[in-house]
């Protein structure tokens, strides 16, 4: 089982950065795509960046430009870099990992908080 585990969420202000980080349990070159997602109350998980074993990238609309995903297979650790935050960005990050034949994990989350 993938252990995921997120960090480096916080207060910031509007225009602000933060960076998350994502450490999982095993090497991350096994797992086939590292995903975050973002949940604020009463709606649904919805996807904000992904990233792929050889390294291909996606980004939903609202945060192109702004976010950056990225990945050290040396440490097992993936990053999102989020830059020119709004109000909006606000949620709780989850990490979420997607393995061949294994499955499907997730991190237990991290809060962002981004003030006007």
């Known amino acids: 089982q993938v252990q995921l585990v997120e960090s480096g969420g916080g207060l910031v202000q509007a225009g602000g950065s933060l960076r998350l980080s994502c450490a999982a349990s095993e090497r991350i070159i096994g797992i086939n795509v590292i995903y975050w997602y973002r949940q604020t109350p009463g709606k649904q998980r919805d996807l904000v960046a992904a990233i792929t074993s050889s390294g291909s990238t996606n980004y939903a609309d609202s945060v192109k430009g702004r976010f950056t995903i990225s990945r050290d297979s040396a440490e097992n650790m993936v990053y999102l870099q989020m830059n020119s935050l709004k109000p909006e960005d606000t949620a709780v990050y989850y990490c979420?990992?997607?393995?061949?034949?294994?499955?499907?994990?997730w991190g237990q989350g991290t809060q962002v908080t981004v003030s006007s």
């Open positions: 979420h990992a997607y393995v061949h034949f294994r499955g499907e994990y």
